[in-house]
């Protein structure tokens, strides 16, 4: 489409073009050689009156608005960092709660998420025993074995998962899991 109108304004342009040409030549071919025109061409001059020279007058400059005065460089004055906080000691928890296992991985992760909704840390580990592989939902992370084993049993009421019991992680699961 954009080729088709490319050429139509090319040969409209080049009518335009032939048509003034026309117009301004009279329907006849101008003459090529420049002496047959200047014979045509009649150039009076005429001495008329003198036109005295003009005084340049420039104008007078607008005058700027007044800036305000430049302020005093300030001193620079190396900021320091904020002092570093001591670390928090950081409290290791070696303690979990194992709440419930799943044979389907899918009803762990499901049931990790009620445990998590209800306000837990919940993750899913993964054992083998026997040949068959299980989905362990864990709640941690206790700083003693007795904090474990007390909400192993609230856990336990709550959900009616009777039997959660409270171990030791190996150290990968708990940096996998531990925030």
Known sequence: ???????????????????AAIFYYGGEEPEAEPEAIS??????VSEGPTVAPMEVVEP??????????PEAPKPFVKKSPPPKKAPEKVVFKPWVVNVASFSQKKEAINFAKTVRSAGYTSYVTEVTLNGVKWHRVRVGFF????????????????????????????RGELLKHMK
Not at 1 to 19: D, E, P
Not at 39 to 44: A, C, G, L, M
Request: cysteine-free.
């Open 1 to 19: 489409m954009n080729k088709n109108v490319t050429i139509i304004l090319l040969i409209v342009l080049i009518l335009i073009g032939t048509g």
């Open 39 to 44: 014979k045509r061409i009649k150039i009076e």
């Open 60 to 69: 007078e400059p607008v005058p700027k608005p007044a800036l305000p005065p």
């Open 143 to 170: 700083k003693t074995r007795a904090e474990a084993n007390k909400v192993g049993e609230d856990l336990s009421r709550k959900f009616k998962q009777p039997g959660a019991w409270v171990v030791k992680p190996k």
